[in-house]
């Protein structure tokens, strides 16, 4: 949902927005602990297929149209947070992936992307960017503000439980810039509100 709500301040703000790429499969692929099982690492790796996908487009579409990965993101958390097509997407991936180039309106053959490996040297560089920017011990989304100046700062999240729109989309993105950029370390609790979509 975060991506939603990045698009609707984007649309609102007229700011450009750079989307890089951060993976759980390469983040966690040291990871032993118990609760990752091999159905999580499945998942993530799921999730990295589409990032494979993310970066052709990257370097493929998005230099005609600068909104192409950000409608990929889109579409792709929609699918699996919004209208729970988590099922689908783990029984048969590529029909669920191919599907989704289609809705966003890319060249279905992008699909075959999601097996090319040629990919995994620029995300995993992507990944290394994000975590030198809040270091370790966290997930996505990491959102940076203001990079390359004096005045840059990036936090992971915020998860959001329901994506604001409108006037509460610009409101939480302006708190949250102004925390990332002003020497905040970190906020954080672990109790949420069920996700709305």
Do not use: C
């Not at 936090?155 to 950029?181: H, M, N, Q, R, Y």
Request: negative net charge.
């Amino acid at each position: 949902m975060t991506s939603r709500w990045v698009v609707d301040v984007q649309e609102q703000r007229s700011y450009s927005v750079d989307w890089r790429f951060i993976s759980l499969w390469i983040l966690n692929e040291e990871n032993t602990q118990e609760w990752y099982t091999p159905e999580y690492r499945a998942g993530h790796f799921r999730g990295h297929q589409a990032l494979r996908i993310a970066d052709q487009i990257r370097l493929t579409v998005a230099a005609e149209d600068a909104d192409a990965v950000g409608r990929w993101y889109t579409v792709l958390g929609e699918a699996l947070h919004r209208d729970q097509r988590r099922v689908e997407a783990r029984d048969d991936h590529v029909a669920f992936l191919t599907s989704l180039l289609a809705q966003a309106g890319f060249d279905a053959e992008l699909v075959e992307h999601a097996d090319d490996e040629s990919h995994d040297e620029y995300i995993r560089a992507e990944t290394e960017l994000a975590l030198s920017r809040t270091g370790p011990d966290v997930g996505t989304p990491i959102l940076s503000f203001r990079p390359g100046t004096d005045r840059e700062g990036s936090f992971f999240g915020p998860v959001i439980s329901k994506a604001p729109t409108g006037e509460e989309a610009s409101e939480l993105w302006d708190a949250v810039e102004k925390l990332a950029t002003s020497g905040v370390a970190e906020l954080k609790r672990s109790n949420r509100d069920a996700p709305v979509f």
